[in-house]
């Protein structure tokens, strides 16, 4: 798949396909995304790649990013807080934390992003989706 044949109407998490947090909170937007807005890639995987050099974002520390195709890109703090307006409900609530500094925000999300692995764990491999979740997926 090319960046031009990205779905328009859907906003694309990038996540860190072999971290164990990430995938957590993978499946967590999915159980929670019943409008059907978010479709995921792998930052791992060709697509990924190709994503992240079209947006021109250093991944070394970011686990999830949001990329809302030819309108915008959210990594890091505002990633997670983009993800929880778009879910919405009592989760929606959490952008009330988008008052504090993007700085300071960014600088507790890198603490965790650096210590994923170390915290939660990590596979060998990026999750492979079950058969009703394939189409969540781009590649």
């Known amino acids: ?3 031009s044949d990205l779905p328009k109407d859907k906003k694309i998490i990038l996540f860190d396909g072999v971290c164990n947090l990430c ?3 993978v499946k967590f937007v999915i159980k929670r995304d019943k409008k059907d807005i978010f ?3 792998p ?3 060709d697509l990924g790649q190709k994503i992240i050099k079209h947006i021109g974002v250093d991944t070394k520390n970011d686990s999830m990013i949001v990329y809302e195709p030819n309108i915008a890109y959210y990594y890091k703090s505002q990633a997670a807080l983009k993800i929880a307006k778009y879910i919405g409900g009592i989760y929606g609530l959490l ?5 504090f500094p993007k700085g300071l925000s960014d600088t507790v999300y890198d603490f ?9 764990g990590k596979k060998d491999s990026c999750m492979i989706p079950t058969l009703e979740l394939k189409s969540k ?3």
């Open 95 to 99: 952008e009330i934390f988008s008052i």
């Open 39 to 41: 479709r995921f890639v």
């Open 1 to 3: 798949m090319e960046i």
């Open 112 to 120: 965790a992003a650096k210590n994923r692995y170390q915290w939660f």
């Open 43 to 45: 930052l791992q995987s």
């Open 137 to 139: 997926f781009l590649e």
């Open 23 to 25: 995938d957590s909170a």
